[in-house]
Nanobody, 123 residues
Framework: QVQLVESGGGLVQAGGSLRLSCAAS????????MGWFRQAPGKEREFVAT????????YYADSVKGRFTISRDNAKNTMYLQMNSLKPEDTAVYYC????????????????WGQGTQVTVSS
């Protein structure tokens, strides 16, 4: 049974930082490209960042480029999202997802999803 479990969300003031983690089990982690998506209240889910199996390729949404950093530790079956200079518009539920093919910015490409972790940025 595949499980993706996010952690690290919380309440932070604008300009602050958070580090999200996504712990994977039940799959061969290094066979999956991984991604972060987010969904704010009343909005559609949107792509945040993705990383290839061996970390050689990473892509970011324009809205987070330069502020967020995606990484992974295949030995620990864990992916991370370091979020700096947070803005109120970053407030959302953040989801991690696994994609058995190449990196993708499209949610449909991802087979497995976590339950999400809430990030709230106050102004």
């Amino acid at each position: 049974q595949v499980q993706l479990v996010e952690s690290g969300g919380g309440l932070v003031q604008a300009g602050g930082s958070l580090r999200l983690s996504c712990a994977a089990s039940g799959l061969t982690f290094n066979n999956y490209a991984m991604g972060w998506f987010r969904q704010a209240p009343g909005k559609e889910r949107e792509f945040v960042a993705t990383i290839s199996r061996g970390s050689s390729s990473v892509y970011y949404a324009d809205s987070v480029k330069g502020r967020f950093t995606i990484s992974r530790d295949n030995a620990k079956n864990t992916m991370y999202l370091q979020m700096n200079s947070l803005k109120p518009e970053d407030t959302a539920v953040y989801y991690c997802a696994g994609n058995p093919a190449a990196v993708s910015t499209t949610g449909r490409a991802y087979d497995h999803w976590g339950q999400g972790t809430q990030v709230t940025v106050s102004s």
